[in-house]
Each structure stands twice: as structure tokens, then as C-alpha cells.
């Protein structure tokens, strides 16, 4: 299987395709974990609040994987993002996983402290029992009140992103402050696999319209995770690579643009 990877703003490789892990439990976690690793992928993505981090350890070690080559990130959910609250909810992670360090540890959303708690992962990165840290869902405005008071810049600013729902201008933003835009629901739940104008470029290239917007993503420059438990659905989203979109075709589908977000918001998240 062949992969590409991005470099983040501290040298750190990420592959370009990762697996989302949202919405899976149990013995099926562990086996896409297990699976995944083994056609190829080196990228996986949970949180505590899916309630599968003890599945995904299992399956990392289920593969054979060595544990070096996995990229694995976490999120810490926003009712924990308290100052005294953040080392020992970091800890349960790593409990969780059977993990000695976490290659990145993202705030899972821009309530709670997320600034007394950015400081705390800033010292968990020190330390070196993070190698990355990011956060999740956070708008402009929400990042711009994180840099005023932090020391290091998130890595990575994990946001919804799909052809009906883009956030280009939160993208371009990230992009041009060093920061990288990793996004989630990459194909819109599914809801966009269906549109004609991504068939018909699809049609001409051979290719899925869920590999057509995985290319379309990786050409904005953003890696991506989406969810799946299938093989064949694993070895189509990483199959998005010998192939180019012309910038005709990436307009064609930055245009099919709603402002509708699919996504499961909190109550109090703030937009603008």
C-alpha cells in the first residue's frame, strides 16, 4: 500500500489518510484497528469519548505491528479539560491503550478551560510523553484567543470538512499560521458520495466518488480519517494516490459549498 505523509510544524511525520475510530466498539474496533495496520495504514484516531481507546490498543497489538509506526491520536473530552483534571485524564488514555506515550493529544473542543488546559499539554509535550498536540473544532476566533496565551502552537486543528460543508477560509487560515488542518467526516457521512458533478469526474478517472473527494482533500493540502470497519472500504480510501484532479475539477467541487455543517456540535459551541 503506498502512503504519503505531511510534515507538521515540529518536523513530526503524519500520514495523509488516517482511520477515523468514531462509532466503533468492541471486538470489531479492535479488529479494523488490527486490519488497518496490516494492509498499510500508520494512522489512528479515537478519543475517550468513543469509549474504544482499550480497543484500540488491542488492535495495535493484535497486528504486529511495531508500536513506532503507529501514529496514534486522542482527544480529551471538554468536561475533563480542567486544569487538576488534565494529567490523570490523559493517564487514563494511556491506561486504556497499554500505551507509554501518545503520539498526539488533541482538546476535543474549544469549551471547558482550553486554554488553562493547552497549558497543560504543553507540558505533557515537554516532557515527552506527547509527541504532537492539537485540538479539535476550534474556529478562528477560538484559535486566536489560544495563541495569545500559548507557548506552542497546536500542530494540528482537527474540523469537519467535505464538499458541502469545506471551512476553506478556517483551512487557508490554519495553513497560513503553520498550523495543520486534519479533517473529520471527509465524505460528509455519505450523504455526498451521491452527488452527479463528483460521479461524472469520478467516471472519468476510473475512480469512486469517495476516492474523488479523498483526492480533493489531500490537493487542499489536508490529511484526512475516515471511518470504516470493512477492508475493501480501507483499501479504496487509501487508493487516492496515482491520480491528480485538475483545478476545473477541485472548483467544480469546492463549489458544491452549503455552510451546512452534518456534525454533532455541543450545546454552547460558538461559531463566530
Known sequence: MYMEDIVLSNGVKL?????????????????????????????????????NEPEVGRGIRMSGIPREDVFVSTKIWYTDMEVDKVRATFQKSLDNMKLDYIDMYMLHWPMGDFIGSWKVLEE????GKIKNIGVCNFQKHHMEKLLQHATIKPMVNQIE????????????????????????????????????????????????????????????????????????????????????????????????????????YQEGYTWD
Not at 35 to 43: C, D, E, I, M, S
Not at 124 to 127: K, P, S, T, V
Not at 172 to 201: F, M, T
Open 15 to 51: 500520514p495523509k489518510i488516517g482511520l477515523g475510530m468514531w462509532d466503533a466498539y468492541d471486538d470489531e474496533a479492535a479488529m479494523a484497528v488490527s486490519t488497518a495496520l496490516k494492509l498499510g495504514y500508520r494512522r489512528i484516531d479515537t478519543a475517550m469519548f468513543y469509549k
Open 124 to 127: 505533557l509535550y515537554a516532557e
Open 161 to 264: 470538512s467535505h464538499p458541502t460543508f469545506s471551512q476553506n477560509e478556517l483551512v487557508r487560515y490554519c495553513q497560513e499560521n503553520g498550523i495543520h488542518a486534519e479533517v473529520w467526516s471527509p465524505l460528509g457521512r455519505g450523504d455526498d458520495l451521491g452527488n452527479p458533478s463528483i460521479k461524472a469526474i469520478a467516471d472519468k478517472y476510473g475512480k469512486t466518488t469517495a476516492q474523488v473527494i479523498l483526492r480533493w482533500h489531500m490537493q487542499r493540502g489536508v490529511s484526512a480519517i475516515p471511518k470504516s470497519v470493512k477492508e475493501h472500504r480501507m483499501l479504496e480510501n487509501v487508493d487516492v494516490f496515482d491520480f491528480q484532479l485538475t483545478e476545473e475539477e477541485m472548483q467544480t467541487i469546492l463549489a458544491l459549498e452549503t455552510g451546512i455543517p452534518r456534525g454533532g
